[in-house]
């Protein structure tokens, strides 16, 4: 973890010069929606930071979201915007990949770095109530407030993506 990494980052379970394996780099930024493990998996990238943003961009072109647009691998820059309909798209598209969707519905996970080992927890209190979350990620930044994008299995197997933007707290994005 490098200095750039952890400058100025809201949420953070690293500390600078601890190493991390990549596949715990991945479930910080979306189990405990960690910012500098996000900044990591950006830099270590084999296109670094910089291309890692454009490569965000040209996906979200690539699935139609025409109200987005990324600055930063973190979601912490204010630069970066996205609409409700365009985050909906979007959790809806990473429910289809197995591996990340898998990731995004743990309660919590066991990571270790060069330093220590910690259990992180899910930032998304849906998980492990009465409904079916399929994939789910959490927000926040002072511009759009405390937000949640999910998708619910519904009783009768239809599935219902959920995006709240700007709850004025933590516990507010999910009981709206």
Sequence with gaps: ISRRDARRASTTLLRRGERVTLEDLVHLALVASDN???RALARVSPWGTQLFVAHMNAKAAELGLEQTRFT????????NLASAYDVSRLITEASTRPQMSEIMRKRSYRIRTSRR????RSTNKLLGTRLDVVVGKTGY???AGYCLATLVRLDDGRSVSVVVLGARSRSGRFTE
């Design 72 to 79: 930063d691998p973190s979601g912490l820059d204010e630069g």
């Design 36 to 38: 500098v493990a996000a």
């Design 141 to 143: 930044i002072d511009a």
């Design 117 to 120: 080992a910690r259990t992180i």
